[in-house]
Nanobody
């Protein structure tokens, strides 16, 4: 089991930037893939980005491609989401998630493919 703690959310004007952090503890040696998801009120949890923990390979949802960057610090067991050029439609609770096993040829873009979740952090983008 992996415990995830998120931070970095807040209120920002459209066009601004935020960097989210997610610190992992527990059985971090089993981590294969980390993902970022977001959920707006009344909506389904939406895929944002994923990173292969070992290789550093990344993949993004079309809605954030070119604006968001996911990265990790292996030594500190921390994953980041740099969010630039923020839009009001980016407003949501952002969650990080971990998957213990995986395959390099598959992109894990569904919430039910992850094992552990953070508590979420609110991101609000004003017009």
């Amino acid at each position: 089991q992996v415990q995830l703690v998120e931070s970095g959310g807040g209120l920002v004007q459209a066009g601004g930037s935020l960097r989210l952090s997610c610190a992992a503890s527990g059985r971090t040696f089993s981590t294969y893939t980390m993902g970022w998801f977001r959920q707006a009120p009344g909506k389904e949890r939406e895929f944002v980005a994923t990173i292969n923990w070992r290789l550093g390979s990344t993949f993004y949802a079309n809605s954030v491609k070119g604006r968001f960057t996911v990265s990790r610090d292996n030594a500190k067991n921390t994953v980041f989401l740099q969010m630039n050029s923020l839009k009001p439609e980016d407003t949501a609770v952002y969650y990080c998630a971990s998957r213990a096993s995986g395959a390099d040829w598959y992109l894990y873009t569904h919430a039910n493919e992850y094992d552990s979740w953070g508590q979420g952090t609110q991101v609000t983008v004003s017009s």
